[in-house]
């Protein structure tokens, strides 16, 4: 079927917009293996499209336990802030997924950097928290999680919470 398609579309633009939809429609089937090949197909014709990046990189930073790899988040959320160095969403998740590889000291600074570019993200505020934290910067982490704890008492996080007890 995808050939048939491929010898209508003339422009790679038009294989680009239909391994979109293809992947689109298999992510919302909950078949995401399907989605990321086709997101992947995508890169070959447009290896700079930040939205593809962005959609391989939330597919495999854990969206979908059954294709979750940290290693590929990175690579692709890397590639985005390449692309677009001013949107600390991308920071943000370069950062998340060196978290979740538990390389909190290569994660920390891309959480700075995604605060500077947004620095009322309490989201990131955590993750900045416990990155400093579990990198041997306890006590600047604790700092960061106290702060964003004064300002937002009823903020979800216990683990936060119980490091800045801890501190008292």
């Known amino acids: 079927m995808l050939t048939a398609m491929f010898q209508l579309a003339h422009h790679n633009d038009d ?6 939809n293809l992947a689109y429609l298999y ?15 995508i890169l070959e014709f447009a290896p700079d499209d930040v939205e593809t990046h962005d959609k391989l990189g939330s597919i495999y930073l854990g969206e979908y336990p ?11 959320y890397k590639r985005c802030v390449e692309l677009e160095p ?3 969403y991308y920071a943000f998740h370069s950062g998340k997924a060196y978290y979740r590889m538990e390389k909190y000291a290569a994660a920390t600074p891309l959480f700075e950097r995604a605060m500077v ?7 990131n505020k955590l993750y900045l928290g416990l990155s400093l934290y579990k990198s041997d ?23 936060a919470k119980k490091i800045v007890e801890e501190g008292k």
């Not at 294989?15 to 979109?20: C, G, Q």
């Not at 979750?68 to 690579?75: H, Y």
């Open 27 to 41: 992510g919302e089937k909950g078949e995401p293996t399907k989605a990321a090949s086709y997101y992947e197909k």
């Open 117 to 123: 570019l947004n620095p009322t993200d309490n989201e």
């Open 86 to 88: 001013t949107k600390p």
């Open 137 to 159: 910067r306890q006590d600047e982490g604790r700092k960061v999680l106290k702060e964003l704890l004064i300002a937002e008492p009823d903020y979800p996080s216990d683990e």
């Open 15 to 20: 294989k680009v917009a239909i391994l979109s």
């Open 66 to 76: 059954e294709v979750k790899d940290f290693e590929k988040a990175l690579q692709h």
